[in-house]
């Protein structure tokens, strides 16, 4: 029988790992959006309210939550039917403090921390492993104090690191990784993945079998890759109908070849992750659990699409756990693919 190797049938390679999400439906390259009506209304109002917002969310009983900084334009957000929360930091603040600690992503001191703005906190949160206290950590984070109250600084278990480990989804040179999604250019399918898995090797394998050849590898800076079917693996998408970015707060799944599906909550887009490899921008971070081998792996949302597994927390999955993902979207739109 020919090997299914899908969205659920995830593949083992390294790593795991904004843009305020916009997940209106409209044309991003060939990739279509989900439509998705919270966000098409938190994009509505946010745009109307220009500095007077810093950013929206869903909270846990499902309501579209806008934050706003005065209170004429909390009447404008329950007018349009929406929960508002009246908050100290505009978005440009936030977006000028996180831009400020994006110049030093990558140099000495950064490497295992992550940071973007968190809706929810009304600041940037900067993400310090706990036992990180050499001195040039210590230097980035007084910097990062020095921006003001917009900044915050939070301690926890451990740096994100790529995720690479043995097994049996697809292979390549004796790595494993997890698919993402399965897309479509011009007749041809592509596995979607991350793209520290496409840098190790250029042909991938499933159940003894071809898969497809590496067409596309970015990382760092990004974190995608896409490799080519040879046409002997059947690919599916098993649920997945959209490719989407959903609110920040909605409930997620991540499915990989090491830790199966595992749920969580979406943190907030942009984050800035610096892996020993190297940093990589406009990330996702979640609290789903991922380990190495789930590399690759799709961060998913009921029947929409939403990212590639890069990173995050090893070691186990307890409290205050991270994993960054890569947007999805960004890698159909490099190949010109739509999901199959």
């Known amino acids: 029988m020919t090997p299914l190797v899908g969205a659920a049938a995830l593949i083992t390679l390294p790593a795991l790992g904004t843009v305020p999400a916009t997940a209106q439906t409209h044309a991003a390259g060939t990739v279509r959006l989900a439509h998705i009506p919270q966000q098409v209304l938190a994009d509505q109002l946010t745009g109307r309210l220009g500095s007077q917002h810093a950013g929206s969310f869903v909270d846990s009983a499902g309501n579209l939550v806008v934050n706003v900084t005065s209170a004429a334009a909390a009447e404008q957000v329950r007018a349009a039917g929406a929960q508002a929360r009246v908050v100290k930091h505009g978005i440009k603040p936030l977006t000028a403090a996180k831009t400020e600690l994006d110049r030093f992503a990558g140099t000495a001191g950064t490497t295992g921390l992550s940071w973007g703005v968190d809706v929810m906190s ?12 050499d001195a040039a950590t210590k230097a980035f984070v007084k ?3 020095a921006l003001g109250q917009t900044v915050q600084i939070k301690r926890v278990p ?19 990784c997890s698919v993402s999604a399965i897309g479509v250019a011009g007749g041809t399918e592509y596995v979607m993945t991350a793209g520290h898995c496409t840098n190790i090797g250029a042909t991938w394998s499933a159940g003894g079998q071809t898969v497809g050849t ?10 995608y890759g896409t490799i080519r079917s040879a046409g002997q693996v059947q690919l599916d998408n098993a649920q ?16 990989g070849s090491t830790t199966g599906t595992t749920s969580g909550r979406l943190v907030g887009y942009d984050r ?10 406009q990330m996702i971070e979640t609290t789903a659990c991922s380990q190495p081998g789930d590399s690759g792996g ?21 409290a205050n756990f991270q994993s960054f993902f890569q947007p999805l979207d960004e890698a159909m739109q490099a190949q010109g693919a739509t999901l199959k």
Do not use: M, W
């Not at 590496?214 to 974190?223: A, E, N, V």
């Not at 959209?242 to 799944?253: F, H, L, S």
């Open 158 to 176: 451990a740096a994100p690191r790529l995720h690479l480990g043995p097994g049996d989804a697809i292979t390549t040179g004796g790595s494993r």
């Open 122 to 133: 009304n600041a940037v949160v900067v993400s310090v492993p706990k036992n990180d206290d």
């Open 214 to 223: 590496r067409q596309i590898s970015r990382f760092p800076g990004d974190d």
């Open 143 to 145: 910097r990062a104090r």
């Open 272 to 281: 800035t992750v610096n892996y020993q490899e190297g940093a990589v921008r």
């Open 298 to 318: 799709s961060l998913q949302a009921g029947n929409i699409a939403v990212g590639i597994t890069s990173g995050g927390t090893t070691g186990g999955c307890g």
């Open 240 to 255: 997945l109908t959209e490719v989407g970015r959903p609110a920040v707060g909605t409930q997620i799944q991540k499915k």
